[in-house]
T-cell receptor, first 119, second 113 residues
Framework: DTGVSQDPRHKITKRGQNVTFRCDPI?????LYWYRQTLGQGPEFLTY????????KSRLLSDRFSAERPKGSFSTLEIQRTEQGDSAMYLC?????????????????FGPGTRLLVL | AQKITQTQPGMFVQEKEAVTLDCTYD???????LFWYKQPSSGEMIFLIY??????QNATEGRYSLNFQKARKSANLVISASQLGDSAMYFC??????????FGGGTRLMVKP
């Protein structure tokens, strides 16, 4: 079983350009999450999908950020008109909504991340 | 709002000794999950261990154990018999009914040979 994969692993772009990142989750996982991690900090939640439905997007950092998961499999995260402050690691995670009696457990498994540098 | 606090920015441990990494949390949700992840220099977040808020026993996974003290809202990670490969950043995280993970600021563990 392959883990979560992300592409590209590294991206250097100039300020003002658009960038798109791809995430392929673990195949049987129905949930997919995006996080951003800046240097020296823990990851920060951005958005998540259950199948193709985007259930939470209020944490996206601005209207320049958008995410899609059109067929409920892979997902893309797009940043339009990039700024230097967007430089960070963008992490994708997936999980399977496994219910156990009394409490839900949804361990999120992370991909290797995409490091973005905006010049 | 959820909050995770890791008060140790960096820790040293001698190889083969045990080490405890601290984590305290704050939430008003009665149901939540607590996770520990390891992040080596390569950047990937590796899941280590999980503790549910209703679990009666402390979680264990190989050399990792979680010292869960619900009344004190703490979920410390204990690594036994440290190995050089354990050198990494360690993050404590909490998941609530909202399904997002809230992470602490992390602890950098350095294992000395």
């Amino acid at each position: 079983d392959t883990g979560v994969s992300q592409d590209p692993r590294h991206k250097i772009t100039k300020r003002g350009q658009n960038v798109t990142f791809r995430c392929d989750p673990i195949s049987e996982h129905n949930r997919l999450y995006w996080y951003r991690q800046t240097l020296g900090q823990g990851p920060e939640f951005l958005t998540y999908f259950q199948n193709e439905a985007q259930l939470e997007k209020s944490r996206l950092l601005s209207d320049r950020f958008s995410a899609e998961r059109p067929k409920g499999s892979f997902s893309t995260l797009e940043i339009q008109r990039t700024e230097q402050g967007d430089s960070a690691m963008y992490l994708c995670a997936s999980s399977f909504d496994e219910r156990t009696p009394g409490e839900a457990r949804k361990t999120q498994y992370f991909g290797p991340g995409t490091r973005l540098l905006v010049l | 709002a959820q909050k995770i606090t890791q008060t140790q920015p960096g820790m040293f441990v001698q190889e083969k000794e045990a080490v405890t990494l601290d984590c305290t949390y704050d939430t008003s949700d009665p149901s939540y999950g607590l996770f520990w992840y390891k992040q080596p220099s390569s950047g990937e977040m590796i899941f280590l261990i999980y503790q549910g808020s209703y679990d009666q026993q402390n979680a264990t996974e190989g050399r990792y154990s979680l010292n869960f003290q619900k009344a004190r809202k703490s979920a410390n990670l204990v690594i036994s018999a440290s190995q050089l490969g354990d050198s990494a950043m360690y993050f404590c995280a909490m998941e609530n009914a909202g399904n997002m993970l809230t992470f602490g600021g992390g602890t950098r563990l350095m294992v000395k040979p």
